[in-house]
């Protein structure tokens, strides 16, 4: 079978983590990248090894049409007219998260999905990463027996220079959200993930910190009751001191699972027994996890009619939908 080629658009930050695992298990050949800063896309079109760099990603769009998948790995706003528009001018697409500013968005990009045909994978790549490949399979095998209870925790910390220095993070209009829509989103996901289709959402939200600075929320907290019968409680927070790991907890009815610091722990009888490690994260921050090569490398896989696990753009969805429940059932209306 022929070698997938690929483009990326936005040469930020996380595009290296897009880069290196596409080259390092030669998943396809990147032929050209865009972003409307020249020296940055010059310089990741050098790290990617291809010789095409564009500024405009429409130009590029309708120009590389050898290409079969573009990544996207921009600012929040741009994600679903990108989605969309590559997907019309016949590519699949590798999306970062969140898939979209709303869920209405997202149901757009669905249709789009649709009718051109194209699949959409959506970068909730902690879902490929040991740990939670380990809670999936504990889940599925009974050793525990039902799953009753999930907690999910995120507190990280972000200061105002983080949000100034961005250009569009901190606001409703560019970020479509704070801590829920951007720090947090990858948890929620996974607390889907594991729980299913969801009955019910409460929470709240709260701007704390960067008064004048930012707009949305800092700090959210729910209850999600899922239709199997399993209750989560989460709580985000960019407001602490430092930041911490992420951390799920795991109640069934003869034991329990705890990830922490990138680690599964089995808790039984109140003992805790170190099961599952993490690989490193391949390259980027540590928060990222180390699943973009096993995600986009199942993509890739299903591109060619493999059978493979990847987070599809109707999944990606649903996470939206818990993130505007909580919004909406918040006393504290910031928007």
Same mark, same amino acid.
């Given at each position: ?14 595009? $290296? ?74 590519? @699949? ?146 407001? $602490? ?73 109707? @999944? ?20």
């Amino acid at each position: 079978m022929k070698m997938l080629k690929s483009l990326i658009i936005g040469c930020g930050a996380i595009s $290296h983590t897009h880069i290196s695992a596409i080259n390092k298990n030669k998943l396809s050949e990147i032929i050209a990248v865009c972003d409307i800063n020249r020296e940055r896309a010059a310089a990741a079109a050098k790290e990617a090894g291809c010789e095409s760099f564009y500024t405009d990603y429409e130009i590029m769009l309708r120009e590389c049409t050898q290409a079969d998948v573009v990544h996207i790995c921009t600012p929040h706003y741009l994600h679903s007219e990108m989605a969309i528009s590559a997907m019309r001018h016949g590519y @699949d697409v590798y999306l970062e998260k969140p898939c979209a500013m709303s869920s209405a968005q997202a149901k757009e990009i669905i249709n789009v999905s649709e009718q051109t045909g194209k699949k959409v994978c959506v970068s909730f790549q902690n879902r490929l990463v040991n740990t939670t490949t380990a809670v999936k399979s504990v889940i599925e095998s009974g050793k525990f027996g039902k799953l009753i209870g999930m907690k999910g925790l995120v507190t990280w910390q972000r200061g105002g220079e983080y949000y100034t220095e961005s250009g569009w993070r901190g606001n409703w209009a560019t970020e479509g959200g704070g801590v829920l829509m951007n720090q947090s989103i990858h948890t929620l996901d996974l607390l889907y993930y594991f729980g299913g289709p969801v009955e019910r959402v409460e929470g709240s939200v709260a701007l704390r910190k960067n008064r004048g600075t930012i707009e949305v929320e800092d700090t959210a907290e729910a209850t999600i009751w899922f239709k199997n019968g399993v209750t989560a409680v989460f709580y985000a927070t960019n407001c $602490h001191v430092t930041s911490t790991p992420a951390e799920l907890e795991f109640i069934f009815e003869k034991g329990g699972l705890r990830i922490f610091n990138d680690t599964l722990y089995e808790n039984i009888d109140g003992h805790l027994r170190e099961t599952t490690e993490n690989d490193e994260a391949l390259a980027g921050k540590s928060v990222w996890g180390s699943g973009h090569i096993k995600m986009i490398g199942n993509f890739y896989k299903a591109l060619k009619g493999e059978d493979a696990e990847y987070c599809d753009i109707n @999944d990606a969805y649903q996470v939206l939908e818990i993130i505007e429940a909580i919004y909406n059932t918040s006393a504290n209306k910031l928007k």
